[in-house]
């Protein structure tokens, strides 16, 4: 109970006293999905989590400047809290769904035979360069599209920490980029690329023949959802003009 607490005095988190849902308001059918989608979320959220921690402990051992580590040490606690606001919001839709993982998947597997240097250049560009980038924009559209108190407060929240979470990607190619060599930047592009290949594959499933796979059900945008056209035009260009656009402005690409 004191840990609670704690969190909430340290990050301003007040969980009590989000707003209410009421699952008999919905189809079983919407509230199944959107219990799936929360649990989901509350999931990525922790895996985010964990690869943030992994990100700090790399960026010490890569001797990165004290600024930028003392930046990335405050993710990984921000993300929990996403992880409590997503699964509360899963309860309040009559409970959170089951999740198969293997916990060592929790961390980015990484090639031994790199540096240090190397392996905080890799993590960077994908955590915050790719996932974190194109998450702020996609939150974003969500949070606009939110039409009930619940969901639109917690998006809302999770927006204001991630816009920093993206923004430590680049300020630290702004440190590193000239030293980066040809080879290197050849291969930060390959792992830019396989980063942002489940982005590619999950809006691919959201539009058959450039349609919505099934009709916009009531209550559709109460559970934090864009319309899935609007998702995937947005996914593209985040991704294009915010991400690859900007890593090929440090010759990356």
Not at 83 to 93: D, G, K, P, S, T
Request: a negative charge.
């Amino acid at each position: 109970r004191r840990r609670h607490t704690r969190y909430g005095t340290v990050t301003g988190v007040q969980t009590c006293a989000l707003p209410i849902l009421r699952p008999e308001d919905y189809s079983p059918d919407l509230l199944a999905q959107a219990r799936v989608g929360w649990t989901e979320n509350a999931f990525n959220e922790h895996c985010t989590a964990a690869a943030m921690g992994q990100l700090v402990t790399t960026l010490c051992q890569a001797g990165a400047p004290l600024d930028l580590i003392g930046m990335a040490s405050t993710f990984p606690l921000e993300e929990m809290v996403h992880v409590e606001l997503c699964a509360r919001v899963a309860m309040r839709l009559g409970g959170g769904a089951p999740i198969a993982y293997d916990p060592d998947d929790l961390l980015v597997p990484l090639d031994p035979s790199l540096t240090p240097l190397q392996r905080a250049n890799e993590l960077v560009v994908r955590l915050c360069c790719v996932g974190e980038e194109f998450s702020l924009p996609m939150l974003t559209g969500c949070m606009g599209a939110a039409s009930h108190p619940l969901t639109r407060a917690v998006l809302t929240r999770i927006v204001r920490d991630e816009a920093s979470h993206g923004r430590l990607g680049w300020l630290y190619l702004d440190w590193i980029a000239d030293s980066l060599s040809l080879a290197e930047r050849d291969r930060l592009l390959a792992c830019a690329s396989e980063a942002a290949r489940p982005m590619h594959e999950f809006w691919q499933r959201q539009l058959v023949d450039g349609r919505p796979m099934a009709p916009i059900a009531p209550g559709f945008h109460d559970m934090g959802w864009m319309k899935p056209e609007d998702y995937v035009a947005l996914a593209r260009r985040t991704l294009e003009d915010q991400v690859f656009d900007r890593l090929r402005g440090y010759g990356i690409g």
